[in-house]
């Protein structure tokens, strides 16, 4: 009855998960005016053969951030094989009339897809695609989430270590590092019901090595059986025996060095474990709340008749993990979340961008001193307040912008000049560049840090609801291909969901 093509996988599916999450509802859709994306930058990596799969393929991943601009593909365009026989994977999943599937993989690029590749593309993520070394790289705020080692064999082993710990130095603080698993094969030596021991996890020949690089590691339920040779019975008598056998096993990829160990089990929810302090401290941007935190949460409901498709569901989940993990730092106030040494009341928003208005003096808007505005909290962090290097940022930044992007700007400023602004004490946080060069007062600086930045974090109980919430709009097939998802109002969802009776119904 017809055929779709949809990008799979691992990158396809966490670039569509993450590029559509915004802060708020779309201001103006027609004229391509949106609340600004939670992440301002998503960069694809994988290899794209030169063939009509692979042209397919990069409109996709460029279609999923088409709305908030999001989603850049110029490093996968410029490693782009130009070798004919490098072919573009592909898999072919028939649906038959009786509700069966099947599924047809072809790996091809996938196959010969080497560390040496990968690391050459991060060092083109923050210096643009003529670095030489990792060692040229401008560190930035960001996480490296990897999926299916499994079906990767140049990428297994020591060279997936290689990988992570190559990664952490294009990121400021080591960034975080996420592995997402998928195909993994029954190994075996792990006797079903008999669980695995540690130190032969650490020599797994697929992940063993890399494990003390990761800080969030996410599978399936299967996965974990497979991996650690735990067994789970799934019936109505064993809920308590299942969750005690999920949380030893998941206790194994603890003791082999990752920080954060996430299990999904479909319509049963999740489990999620935490290491202690000092693996916390080797990753300062995990939120130090979640040390030694362990939690078991309920999958998110969805009204009776949904229509589902629950392809892609681990890797919107572990997406949305890991942007609740990075939130604060993503230029986002968060709602106070209850800890374990406290309770706060009922949380709530705070404006997460500083109002758009008329530049105080009569100094009129230019679609560059927006555009340097809309940047200038994440390039301030990244250059250490120094003006001079975030303004020649800007500006390459700036000429390497597509001409839809200058329009929207060039329309941002003729809407703000048009309408004066109402409120005389609204910060402008720089009227032209100079103001960048120095009109910024240090009471600006301090206004716009606290209006962007605080060292508050979700709770892991709201965290995972979180997460489960972005899975739960990615399988219920109204939501599934929605342009935008307000992250306030989940993390609003969530922070109710997980904290029942304290004056709210869970709905």
């Known amino acids: 009855e017809g055929e779709k093509s949809i990008g799979g996988g691992s990158v396809s599916m966490a670039c569509k998960t993450i590029a559509r999450l915004c802060h708020g509802e779309p201001t103006d859709s027609d004229h391509m005016q949106t609340s600004p994306p939670v992440v301002s930058s998503v960069l694809p990596l994988c290899m794209i053969g030169n063939d009509d799969t692979g042209n397919k393929l990069l409109a996709l991943l460029e279609k999923g951030g088409a709305t908030c601009r999001n989603v850049d593909t110029r490093v996968c365009r410029s490693n782009r094989s130009d070798r004919s026989d490098i072919r573009t994977a592909l898999a072919v999943l028939p649906i038959y009339r009786d509700g069966r599937r099947g599924c047809f993989f072809d790996a091809a690029s996938n196959d010969t897809f080497s560390p040496e590749q990968v690391i050459k593309m991060l060092g083109q993520l923050s210096t643009g695609t003529n670095v030489r070394t990792l060692q040229d790289t401008t560190p930035v705020y960001g996480a490296l989430l990897f ?69 969030i590691l996410h599978m399936n339920e299967d996965e974990l059986e497979l991996l650690t040779g735990c067994q789970l019975l799934n019936t ?110 009922r949380a709530t928003e705070e404006p997460i961008t500083p109002p758009r208005t008329a530049s105080p003096g009569g100094k009129k808007a230019t679609p560059y001193s927006l555009y340097i505005r809309e940047n200038y909290m994440s390039l301030k962090q990244q250059y250490h307040d120094d003006k001079k290097a975030i303004f020649e940022r800007c500006h390459q930044m700036w000429e390497h912008e597509t001409p839809d992007v200058k329009y929207m700007f060039e329309r941002m400023a003729q809407e703000e000049n048009e309408e004066p602004s109402s409120n ?46 972005v899975a739960a709009h990615h399988v219920d097939m109204s939501t599934r291909d929605l342009a935008q998802l307000d992250v306030h109002k989940l993390i609003e969802k969530a922070a109710v969901f997980s904290h029942p009776g304290r004056g709210m119904s869970e709905i």
């Open 236 to 345: 109505a008598a064993s809920v308590q025996d299942d969750e005690f056998a999920i949380a030893k096993a998941a206790d194994l990829f603890l003791k082999c060095g990752v920080a954060v160990v996430a299990v999904t089990r479909g319509k049963k929810g999740s489990y999620v474990a935490c290491n202690n302090g000092a693996r916390f401290q080797e990753s300062p941007l995990l939120p130090t709340s979640w040390v030694n935190c362990a939690a078991h949460i309920p999958a998110a409901l969805l009204p009776p008749g949904t229509l589902l498709n629950t392809n892609g569901a681990g890797d919107s989940f572990v997406s949305g993990l890991l942007v609740a993990a990075m939130l604060r730092h993503t230029g986002m106030d968060l709602p106070p979340t209850p800890t374990r040494k406290e309770e706060v009341g």
């Open 424 to 469: 005389a004490n609204a910060l402008d946080m720089m009227s032209d560049v100079g103001a960048l060069q120095s009109q910024m007062s240090d009471s600006q600086d301090d206004a716009v840090a606290r209006h962007y930045s605080t060292d508050e974090s979700l709770s892991l109980e709201s965290a995972v609801t979180f997460a489960g919430l």
């Open 147 to 215: 999926g299916y080692p499994h079906l990767l064999p140049l990428l297994q082993g020591d060279a997936l270590a290689r990988v992570f710990h190559s990664s952490r130095k294009v990121m400021l603080e080591g960034g975080i590092v996420a592995l997402d698993l998928n195909g993994v094969p029954g190994a075996p030596f792990v006797r079903a019901g008999s669980l695995r021991d540690v130190e032969d996890l650490r020599t797994d020949e697929v992940i063993g090595a890399a494990l003390q690089h990761v800080d």
